[in-house]
């Protein structure tokens, strides 16, 4: 079956934010996240971060369209990420906001404070993220080869790095980064177009607080097989990856070969060194396996990052904006659940579409069981495009005709949701071209309960949607 038009959000309002001494052009957005530490649909705060300016705002929710600026943080540094952490003593919000230079900014949004600065790092910080097992550990990606892993309690204020992934694991500089769920491994990309993961040790740990972090020299993963260039978004879908790199125009979805995450971590010695060259080196006893393919069509330059909306009991949705205001969506869900049509109204036609069963293409069965398996004050100037329906005719639909009176209407089917080639990429199941803009889209991001999601990018440019859920 197609997703439902509801599967989908739609643009509210968008807006284009000047630098706030009004002295510069518009800003260039890099890195968006909403605030994790709430319940779905409570308060929906996101900050957004480029170059000097620092913003964190909220959706109006009322009839009015745009977003009300909370914070404004604005420094001399080339800032292009951030990533929302917590006070664990008090539970104010804190924001981790990095760049150039590569240094890490803790500050508290509820004061509007600047707690303290993490320094370690020596080149250009592109990525980085909070685990999930706690608000206290954050880990960034460097141009230095490196991910380095912080202690946020204020008992290490002193030495904060705990942990450092460096030796043999990347060649050039990184880009990204992404936590497992479980919080025991982390993925990164970079520009050597390689794509690791690494064991992350129980932390803190009993070198925590000292001046001697704990080294860990190679990956249990490391391959360079799956892209051919600049690794620029990696992400977790379950056990399951997604990645991009610059010039490739698609995301890959693929899986590590031996790799269950329920299982009992490997140990360090496991870890396959670089004595012996070989695309990919793998500790879990193969290689890896290529699933599927989403054609993301202009998307060429490097930090570019797409983003996955992914809950308990609602549906998986994959979103990339592009270089030219248009933005895509894929509702993985309905690949499990489209099968095609029949050919002469026969349901048990063989010639019907069918998702496979036991072939290298992905299966519902694998699918499933990864889905299954996972438990979460100013207003700007805007534009309102409306909070639901498609007044400007802007949507393409991902909908299809399930009977023979339409056969190209299910060769297009075919090209949205079919599964058995992972070599064949899929078109996106909805795309909507913001309006009135030209702009090319850096990062998204998604609020906790999926109501909300923020598309930022060059030229200052916001574009807030919404759906109900």
């Known amino acids: 079956m197609a997703p439902s038009d509801s599967a989908f959000p739609t643009v509210k309002s968008i807006a284009r934010i000047n630098s706030l001494d009004r002295k510069h052009e518009a800003t260039q957005?890099?890195?968006?996240?909403?605030?994790?530490?709430?319940?779905?649909?409570?308060?929906?705060?996101?900050?957004?971060?480029?170059?000097?300016?620092?913003?964190?705002?909220?959706?109006?929710?009322?009839?009015?369209?745009?977003?009300?600026?909370?914070?404004?943080?604005?420094?001399?540094?080339?800032?292009?990420?951030?990533v929302w952490s917590q006070d664990l003593a008090t539970g104010d919000p804190l924001l981790c906001v990095a760049g150039q230079p590569p240094n890490i900014k803790i500050l508290n949004v509820k004061t509007g404070e600047l707690v303290r600065t993490l320094i370690g790092h020596g080149k250009e910080i592109n990525d980085l993220a909070i685990s999930p097992l706690s608000p206290a550990i954050l880990a960034s990606a460097s141009m230095d080869y490196t991910v380095r892993f912080w202690s946020l309690n204020a008992a290490h204020e002193q030495q904060p790095c705990m942990l450092i992934c460096g030796g043999e694991g990347h060649?050039?500089?990184?880009?990204?980064?992404?936590f497992h769920p479980s919080g025991r491994y982390l993925l990164t990309g970079g520009m050597d177009c390689v794509v690791n993961l690494w064991t992350i040790p129980d932390l803190p740990n009993d070198v925590t607080g000292t001046d001697k972090p704990t080294i860990i020299h190679y990956p249990h993963f490391s391959s360079s097989a799956v892209h051919t260039d600049f690794v620029d978004c990696v992400a977790w879908y379950h056990d399951l990856i997604l990645s991009?790199?610059?010039?490739?125009?698609?995301?890959?979805?693929w899986r590590i070969e031996g790799f269950d995450s329920s299982s009992t971590p490997p140990s360090p010695g496991s870890a396959p060194t670089t004595h012996e060259f070989r695309p990919?080196?793998?500790?879990?006893?193969?290689?890896?396996?290529?699933?599927?393919?989403?054609?993301?069509?202009?998307?060429?330059?490097?930090?570019?990052?797409?983003?996955?909306?992914?809950?308990?009991?609602?549906?998986?949705?994959?979103?990339?904006?592009?270089?030219?205001?248009?933005?895509?969506?894929?509702?993985?869900?309905?690949?499990?659940?489209w099968e095609?049509?029949?050919?002469?109204?026969?349901?048990?036609?063989?010639?019907?579409?069918k998702i496979p069963r036991a072939k290298k293409g992905i299966a519902r069965k694998i699918l499933s069981k990864q889905r299954e398996?996972?438990?979460?004050?100013?207003?700007?100037?805007t534009t309102n495009t409306g909070s639901s329906g498609d007044p400007n005719g802007l949507f393409y639909s991902a909908?299809?005709?399930?009977?023979?009176?339409?056969?190209?209407?299910?060769?297009?089917?075919?090209?949205?949701?079919?599964?058995?080639?992972p070599f064949k990429t899929l078109i996106p199941h909805r795309t909507y071209v913001v309006p009135r803009v030209t702009f090319a889209s850096r990062q998204i991001a998604w609020s906790v309960g999926g109501e909300w999601m923020v598309v930022v990018g060059d030229q200052g440019m916001i574009a807030l949607f919404t759906r109900q859920v």
């Open 244 to 253: 991009k790199c610059a010039n490739e125009n698609k995301i890959v979805l």
């Open 29 to 82: 957005f890099f890195g968006c996240q909403f605030y994790p530490y709430t319940l779905p649909g409570v308060d929906p705060v996101f900050a957004t971060v480029g170059k000097a300016e620092t913003i964190v705002c909220r959706p109006r929710t009322d009839d009015e369209s745009g977003v009300e600026i909370i914070r404004w943080f604005k420094d001399d540094d080339e800032n292009n990420s951030c």
């Open 340 to 353: 095609g049509s029949s050919k002469d109204g026969d349901e048990n036609n063989d010639n019907r579409f």
């Open 399 to 421: 909908s299809f005709n399930t009977t023979d009176e339409n056969i190209e209407g299910n060769s297009r089917a075919r090209q949205k949701f079919a599964v058995d080639d």
């Open 171 to 178: 060649k050039e500089g990184l880009l990204t980064l992404a």
């Open 280 to 337: 990919t080196r793998s500790a879990f006893g193969g290689t890896y396996q290529r699933l599927l393919q989403f054609e993301a069509l202009e998307t060429t330059p490097f930090y570019m990052r797409f983003s996955l909306f992914c809950q308990f009991g609602k549906r998986p949705i994959l979103v990339i904006g592009n270089e030219k205001s248009k933005v895509f969506f894929w509702d993985l869900q309905s690949l499990e659940e």
């Open 373 to 381: 398996s996972s438990v979460a004050s100013t207003t700007t100037t």
